[in-house]
């Protein structure tokens, strides 16, 4: 009986397929990847505050232009000068809102749209308000528009337009030319068409008195504080008095009573 050698297996070492992933590169990778993230990341935040500081620092954050449209007594300067503070800082920050708030305060401006442009200006569209009245006061002329603005003007070509409205005079204060606007505009349409001439002619007895000069040349003298009340169309139909009334000049209303004197 033949003897058999046994033969010793080796056991050889382990070995990682070739497919598997090493756990040690694959974590170094990682590391690399987020290294890699953090710098691209940080480059990219540096750009952005850099393009942020020099757009702010450049005169393009600014408004570039201001457009005006829709004027016909006002001028453009007139308008840009009113607006000067909303619109002196950047135009990513320019409310439109304040803006146009800000310019239905301005007199002649009864209506306004303001828009943001592509090109960083600014549109603003306006519709003018009438002018009702004007008033001399001290030295200087005032307009009054439909809205009850009060506000001075000196342009020369306008201030000949509104030769062609009532003219206030005598008037001690603006405050009580602010009055009589508030008042005034209140009053229907065909009286305030026949005015020629306000005068402010107080007395000792009533130290607000108005006087109204027509243009048929008859007055009406009324109370300042009372203008709207009994000049209004149901107290006062103007038309059927200067009908009924013909050969009357004067119509002085106190209180609830007016008191009617003939012409000389």
């Not at 600014?62 to 449209?69: D, E, L």
């Not at 007139?78 to 803006?99: A, H, R």
Request: charged residues 25%.
């Amino acid at each position: 009986m033949s003897k058999h050698k046994r033969r010793k297996t080796r056991i050889s070492a382990v070995h990682y397929n070739e497919y598997d992933d090493d756990p040690r590169k694959q974590y170094l990778a990682e590391v690399k990847a987020k290294k890699a993230r953090r710098r691209r990341h940080l480059l990219i935040s540096c750009i952005i505050i850099g393009l942020i500081v020099v757009y702010f620092v450049s005169p393009v954050s600014k408004i570039q232009s201001i457009q005006v449209k829709g004027l016909v007594n006002l001028k453009a300067d007139e308008v840009k000068v009113s607006i000067q503070k909303e619109t002196s800082g950047y135009y990513l920050f320019t409310s439109t809102k304040n803006i146009e708030n800000k310019l239905k305060k301005h007199a002649l401006i009864k209506k306004c749209h303001v828009s943001k442009t592509i090109a960083g200006g600014l549109r603003i569209e306006i519709q003018e308000a009438k002018p009702v009245a004007y008033a001399i006061f001290q030295n200087k002329t005032y307009v009054i528009d439909e809205l009850a603005h009060v506000e001075e003007v000196s342009d020369v070509n306008f201030i000949k337009k509104l030769e062609s409205t009532p003219r206030l005079m005598s008037f001690d204060s603006l405050e009580h030319i602010q009055t009589f606007a508030d008042q005034y505009i209140q009053l229907p349409y065909i009286l305030r068409n026949s005015i020629s001439d306000v005068i402010f002619s107080p007395k000792a007895a009533d130290p607000t008195s108005i006087r109204f000069v027509m243009d048929n040349g008859k007055q009406l003298i009324v109370r300042l504080n009372d203008i709207s009340k009994v000049l209004s169309q149901k107290k006062f139909d103007y038309e059927a008095y200067m009908t009924e009334y013909s050969d009357a000049c004067i119509f002085s209303f106190e209180g609830d009573s007016i008191y009617i004197t003939n012409c000389q």
